[in-house]
């Protein structure tokens, strides 16, 4: 199935409403046909110079289409515009549901650059699908069906004939305009991703052009590229503007062969005259309603990227399949044992032969230098991600757990924690139910609740995107009290305190250990100077366990973990001199060796 | 709205001779469409009243149907004329807005937000078409054809004369008493429409957080629930604003339906002709489509208008004003005197005020916490920035030589001329802005006219050269390749070969080792060591002891303030934490 189709089916829940809107819509544009055919009777008849009292039907006729046209379209667009926002409610439903079976693993490829945004807009643009695809082609066709079927009962021939007109209009000149459009899509496509891959880099490297003095040559060759494709633009616009004439033409045939047919018809009266400015002025009328389906063909057009962007999201792939049988994790505390896991993304091979023991209650830590594997080991442990050998909490393999199940028992505390766009209490809460006593105590452990007392709105700031914006120390925090309002016995800690300065993240450290004190916890990090508190700690390099003991172990051991630590603490040595210079002005170097070092 | 921008016509010069055209092809349409009405009744008049035959009449159908196609002809070349101006026009704005916001430098929308403004010039701009293509032809025609009609009417029949000439002039003016009622409520709308997407969007973005709380699966209702309760208020605006289409109908229709039945009376009671009668039944209604029409095309063109806008925005942002000295003796020190940078809207100082004097041949590290205004001091250096308060010269190192050069004073093209920048994590591109290059290509973004010699010799000097001749490619290597392309530390040295080969005046280097292991390190400070001796002034932002030891200088740069972020993008190959970056 076609993914416009697809679209449709996912948006068209509302299907009384929507054969409303397009039946009103249909008996709006029929009252516009109808107007000017009825008027043409009118004063055809009146030519004659009937009783007056004979036309008064008419007229007043001519003046309840008038009103009819209006009216009906008025209430056409609000129940059409209802069934859509309904309908594009439905649709963001469902993508949302899709994406939460991705999510976290399955959304890495949607989350680059932004595609993530270009999904919200191509959701809101399924919009135009009802609106201005599906609705208006189907008020054309139900107009022209009636039309035709009328003029082919006064006049066979001139039915006939528009009839063969309007399906060019409906189907043929649609088709044709779309694909002249697709055609010079196609031509500029590669000239265009040029263009933007310049126009995008050169932003990007906006301060090493400035730099280097030369700007110029970008503009130089982006002006070049714009050449070509103002130039293709320009050749190919000599087929995209039939679109402006169509109607035109329809319109021309329309009337002009309806005159050929109709006018021999009255001298040799078959109808009679007052008919021939009927037959050829409904033509006239009847093009200018389906003058809006090139348009139509337009918006389509421009709807099926949407389509397919949208339909490659429902048709990624699952990252995890939960069990179709899944095992229940018992309430109590468990080891966690992984023996020869390995785990790879897409192709890539990224974790391999991971064993430990952890148990109940203790505290691990995973090192190593950025890139080992340390963030694919978590994702394993939560279940978002599949691996091979095993990892069991107790003794139930991870990947028998059902995904829920399983983040009842374990959780995790990243480095970006996602702020919401909402109050501080909800971005605690996220939707659970939860005593605003309970967010104050766990405010208070993640020591966030003074902070959060001085606010004027107290738990009821707004923060995230719209509201005040808060540090990556708070976030961090807030995240920590997000956890601990409804704790989970294991919690892994991946790089909480990255992009933060060291201030900050030895505060937050502190927090975080005194906090989660008693849980079972797995500490992922790059940095070694809060290790003292580690039970056990484990090296990875390259997606495999390099070394692992205790810290006294390794740091008497002499391999990547010694010598980072070396480094470590020759650069805090450094920074403790550095500290005792005056600040903003330039002091003479301390040409002398460091204390310890 | 403002139908018309004329900024349009500034920005976009290409737009003038279009609207004259489309001014000439209106005044054209308007003619023809009459001649059809008059054709048209005529024909049926013969036929019917006169009692013509076919062979009589043959030659006016014939005519008609050549004024249908000559109508046709015309609308194609109106929409030609459309998509070429608006080619045109689109690469005029698309140009002008690139160069200006290059030329606003890394601080400026290029380093806030380069995915917006990307956007924006190249798929934003296409937007346009709607505007050029459909709404400013409509809007002539709107003008042209009641007008002409109007005339040819006046000498036909006065009474509809006068129907269509009250009612043609009510339409824009209810269009915009009802558009000035609803504009706020309508403006309020879009910001919930607005705010509907950033929810989704929020949502979206905290999927692994709200998966992580085992919340997600509950969102869908929420989800639900939202969308109904905006439907609901978007229903009650709309039902407002589309009153504004429904009384266009209303004039319309009602009109043309006063205008048949007044002339059927009349005819009826022999007050006019019936070809009289007939034509302006078929005239009165064209009357009113380009009316109807321009307000179809409303919504293209906004859109269109609005990407413009924020092109106008972007094009009227001023750059900074540069001087015009440009010759710099040789043997100079830079001397930094109460520097100041704070950034508009902020409360505290970026970079707090900072003294020193970086002489010719040493080496100065600036030192202190991240935000403490390095990468800030930097940028002022390199001119992307003015200080706020404070000054940076340039002095003569030996006592009596010239007059202090303030760096205001200096043409900034001049002036970067003499530096050697390395950023945190340059961005290596061709000068052409190619994002396929080479490292030859790279290197030679420093100097263009640089030979393979000197380019060996500056890798050689950034120590990166001999695992350069490992690489079967040599210097051709590409840069960027997806796997198994060259670490984030010879990326970071070839970026340091880019600056050494211009032979600077003056070195400035923010964090060049970050990346970097061991030996390269030691490479990076022989490097540093080595354009020090030849007379360099060196400045260097430094984390790292290898660094920070072998400065003559170190200046302490430590207010708490913003840290800001140069437009940079990191080089190579997308690693394992890049994927999982993007979920958590």
């Known amino acids: 199935m076609s993914p416009i189709k697809r679209l449709w089916q996912a948006m068209a829940a509302q299907r009384k409403e929507l054969a409303l809107a397009g039946l009103l819509g249909g008996l709006a544009s029929l009252c516009a046909v109808a107007l000017l055919g009825t008027a043409a009777w009118l004063i055809a008849q009146a030519s004659e110079y009937p009783p007056v009292l004979t036309l008064t039907v008419a007229a007043v006729l001519v003046r309840t289409f008038a009103l009819g046209r209006a009216f009906l379209r008025y209430a056409e667009r609000l129940v059409g515009h209802d069934a859509a926002f309904r309908g594009l409610t439905e649709l963001r439903v469902r993508v949302y549901e899709r994406l939460e079976r991705l999510a976290p693993v399955g959304l890495g490829r949607f989350t680059k650059g932004d595609l993530l945004n270009r999904l919200v807009l191509d959701v809101d643009a399924a919009l135009d699908l009802p609106l201005r695809i599906v609705l208006p082609w189907a008020q054309a066709t139900f107009v022209s069906v009636v039309t035709v079927a009328f003029l082919a009962w006064l006049l066979p021939g001139v039915g006939l004939l528009l009839g063969v007109v309007v399906v060019l209009a409906l189907i043929v000149a649609p088709l044709i305009i779309g694909r002249t459009t697709r055609r010079a899509e196609r031509l500029l496509a590669p000239r265009k991703a040029e263009l933007a891959s310049v126009v995008v880099t050169a932003l990007h490297g906006c301060a090493d052009l400035s730099a280097n003095g030369r700007i110029i040559d970008t503009t130089t060759r982006a002006h070049a590229i714009d050449d070509s494709v103002t130039e293709l633009s320009r050749r190919e616009s000599f087929a995209l503007g039939i679109g402006g004439g169509t109607a035109t033409v329809l319109q021309g045939l329309a009337v002009c062969a309806t005159l050929v047919i109709a006018i021999p018809a009255v001298v040799s009266g078959r109808i009679e005259p007052v008919w021939l400015a009927v037959v050829a002025l409904l033509p006239l009328a009847l093009i200018d309603v389906l003058a809006t389906l090139p348009g139509s063909a337009l918006a389509f057009q421009r709807l099926k990227g949407s389509a397919d962007r949208i339909a490659g999201v429902m048709d990624s792939p699952d990252p995890v399949v939960d069990p179709v049988n899944p095992a229940r994790l018992g309430t109590q505390p468990s080891d966690i044992s ?39 080991l978590a994702a394993c442990l939560m279940g978002f991600l599949s691996y ?38 909800e971005n605690i809460r996220l939707g659970r139910e939860i005593e605003e006593q309970a967010i104050w105590l766990a405010l ?86 809060s290790l003292h508190l580690a039970d056990n700690v484990i090296v990875l390099r390259n997606g495999r366990v390099h070394e692992r003991g205790t810290v006294t172990e390794l740091t008497a051991g002499g391999g990547w973990f010694a010598e980072q630590l070396a480094s470590e603490q020759e650069d805090l040595a450094v920074h403790a001199l550095i500290s005792q210079l005056p600040i903003g002005r330039g002091a003479p170097a301390p040409h002398q060796p460091l204390v310890g070092w | 709205m403002k139908p018309l921008d004329p900024r349009l016509l500034r920005y976009a010069r290409s737009t003038r001779g279009f609207i004259i055209l489309t001014v000439v092809l209106g005044v054209f349409t308007a003619i023809l469409i009459i001649t059809q009405a008059r054709l048209l009744s005529s024909v049926i008049v ?40 608006s080619a045109k026009a689109k690469q005029e704005l698309r140009e002008a807005t690139l160069a200006h916001v290059l030329e606003l430098g890394p601080l400026g929308p290029a380093g806030s937000d380069p995915g917006e403004v ?97 919340r997600s699966k509950a969102q869908a209702e929420a989800i639900r629930a939202i969308g109904d309760r905006y439907r609901s208020t978007t229903m009650g605006v709309l039902r407002v604003s589309f009153l504004s289409s429904l009384a266009l109908e209303l004039l319309a229709t009602l009109s043309v339906a006063l205008v048949a039945v007044s002339v059927g009376l009349r005819l009826a009671e022999q007050q006019m002709s019936y070809s ?144 050697g920048w390395v950023p945190q994590r340059a961005h290596l591109i061709g000068a052409g802005s190619d994002p396929t290059v080479t490292i ?127 437009a940079t993008a990191s080089n190579g190959a997308p690693n394992t934490t890049a994927i999982t970056g993007a979920g958590w």
């Open chain 2, 118 to 214: 990307a956007t924006l010039i190249t798929r934003g701009v296409d937007a346009l078409d709607g505007y050029y293509a459909r709404y400013l032809p409509q809007l002539v025609l709107a003008v042209i054809v009641p007008i002409a009609i109007l005339v040819t009417m006046i000498g036909q029949d006065l009474l509809s004369t006068l129907i269509v000439a009250i009612t043609i002039p009510l339409i824009p003016l209810f269009m915009v008493l009802i558009g000035l009622y609803t504009r706020s409520s309508v403006d309020r709308q879009w910001q919930t429409l607005a705010q509907l997407s950033g929810h989704f969007l929020d949502l979206i973005a905290g999927l692994p957080t709200l998966k992580i709380f085992g």
């Open chain 1, 338 to 376: 992984l023996s020869d896991l390995s785990a790879s993304w897409s192709t890539v091979q990224v974790l391999s032969g991971i064993s430990f023991d952890l148990v109940a209650g203790r505290r691990l830590a995973v090192v190593g230098p950025s890139g080992s594997g340390k963030s694919t």
């Open chain 1, 444 to 529: 208070e452990q993640a020591q966030l609740a003074d902070w959060v007392r001085g606010l004027p709105k107290k738990l009821q700031t707004q923060v995230g995107t719209f509201g005040m914006s808060i540090s990556g120390g708070e976030a961090q925090r807030l995240a920590l009290a997000r956890f601990l309002v409804q704790p989970r016995p294991i919690v892994v800690l991946d790089e909480p305190t990255e992009h933060l300065d060291s201030e900050t993240a030895q505060d937050l450290e502190r927090t975080m250990f005194d906090a989660l004190a008693g849980f079972t916890t797995i500490v992922i990090t790059h940095r070694l100077s």
């Open chain 2, 440 to 566: 030859a290509g790279a290197v030679r973004l420093g100097q263009s006219s640089a030979s393979d010699e000197q380019i060996w010799s500056a890798l050689t000097e950034a120590g990166v050269a001999a695992e350069i001749r490992e690489l079967p490619g040599q210097l051709e290597t590409p840069i960027h390749a997806d796997f198994g392309g060259l670490s984030v530390g010879q990326l970071q040295r070839i970026a340091l070969a880019r600056a050494l080969v211009r032979s600077p005046q003056f070195l400035f280097l923010d964090e060049p080792t970050a990346a970097l292991d061991g030996m390269s390190e030691v490479a990076v400070v022989r490097a540093v060591q080595a354009a020090a001796q030849r007379g360099c002034v060196v400045i260097i932002v430094a984390h790292r002891p290898a660094l920070i030891l072998i400065a003559d200088q170190i200046v302490r740069i430590g207010a708490d303030g913003v840290k800001i972020t140069l």
């Open chain 1, 388 to 425: 091979q050998g095993s990892a069991r909490l107790g003794d139930i393999e991870i990947r028998d757990v059902g995904g829920d199940d399983l983040r009842e028992h374990i959780s995790v505390l990243s480095q970006q924690a996602h702020i919401f766009d909402t109050t501080i209490a």
């Open chain 2, 276 to 419: 009289v009668a007939l034509f302006i039944l078929i005239l009165a209604p064209e009357a009113y489509l380009p009316l109807r029409l321009v307000g179809q095309h409303f919504h293209a063109a906004a859109e269109g208008l609005g990407a413009a806008d924020r092109m106008f925005t972007l094009l009227e942002t001023p750059a900074p004003i540069a001087g015009t000295r440009t010759d710099i003796p040789a043997g100079l020190a830079l001397e930094v005197a109460d520097l100041q940078i704070r950034y508009p809207e902020r409360a505290s100082d970026a970079l707090a005020p900072t003294t020193f004097i970086a002489q010719p041949g040493t080496v100065t590290a600036l030192v202190g916490r991240s935000g403490g205004g390095k990468t800030s001091l930097l940028a002022a250096l390199m001119g992307f920035l003015a200080p706020t308060a404070g000054q940076v010269r340039l002095t003569n190192a030996l006592a009596g030589g010239c007059e202090p050069i303030n760096l205001a004073e200096l043409d900034q093209a001049a002036w970067r001329a003499r530096i």
């Open chain 2, 46 to 85: 013969n036929v019917t009243a006169d009692g013509m035959g076919w062979a009589e009449i043959a030659p006016a159908v014939l005519v008609l149907t050549g004024v249908f196609a000559l109508r046709a002809l015309l609308a194609w070349a109106a929409e030609v004329a459309a998509f070429r101006s």
